[in-house]
């Protein structure tokens, strides 16, 4: 038997929007339950509000599924995804299905080129790691005499990299791009690695 909060979730992911009464007749709870569900749900990002004008008087709350309560639902992205790369290799020679994940991550890394301008390669490390972090990635980096290593401690990429390893192209790009120089990989959790771990030298870097 599913739970309440389960069935506040499938609820909010056929109904978005709904008000809190809205969701106590279709869970079957009074009210106040459903509003502790929520403040829960709410506290681990799955679940927004949002304020919606109703007639006269004060503004209604709705809530919605952010997308990580839309992530907590089965899909099958990764199986379209594998049988896209798997198609894309029977067709095009490998060099440029790796030159194609190389340009997504030099598009990406575009994006934030202002925002680079000026800095030196730790605050550049910082950024890196936020911006895998948007990714999917949890990073860390540490500096070890003259380098710095760059520790990729889970990877959103693991089930697809497993069948196409051309896709560990898309954050090697993107940490040589933002870095400005080259990162080497020195250990790789397609290998049997803990993780995947990133070099590159700690030298200034030219603006």
Not at 25 to 47: F, K
Not at 48 to 54: F, I, K, L, P
Request: with cysteine; net charge negative.
């Amino acid at each position: 038997m599913k739970s309440t909060r389960e069935r506040i979730l499938e609820t909010l992911l056929r109904s978005p929007r709904s008000t809190i009464n809205d969701l106590a007749d279709a869970v079957g709870i009074n009210p106040i339950s459903v509003r502790h569900h929520l403040t829960n749900l709410q506290m681990e990002a799955m679940v927004e509000a949002d304020e919606e004008r109703h007639g006269v008087g004060r503004p209604r709350l709705v809530y919605f599924l952010t997308e990580n309560g839309k992530e907590h639902f089965p899909t099958r992205y990764l199986r379209l995804t594998t049988r896209l790369l798997t198609q894309m290799k029977e067709k095009l020679p490998g060099a440029v299905v790796g030159e194609l994940f190389r340009e997504v991550a030099s598009g990406l890394a575009d994006q934030h080129e202002e925002q680079l301008r000026g800095l030196g390669v730790e605050e550049r490390l910082d950024m890196v790691k936020v911006l895998l972090a948007e990714e999917g990635f949890v990073v860390e980096w540490e500096r070890k005499g003259d380098e710095y290593h760059i520790h990729e401690i889970t990877c959103p990429y693991l089930q697809v990299g497993q069948a196409h390893p051309e896709v560990c192209a898309v954050d090697q790009t993107l940490i040589s791009r933002m870095l400005s120089v080259p990162a080497n990989k020195i250990q790789c959790i397609l290998s049997g690695a803990a993780h995947c771990t990133y070099v590159v030298k700690a030298e200034p870097i030219k603006i």
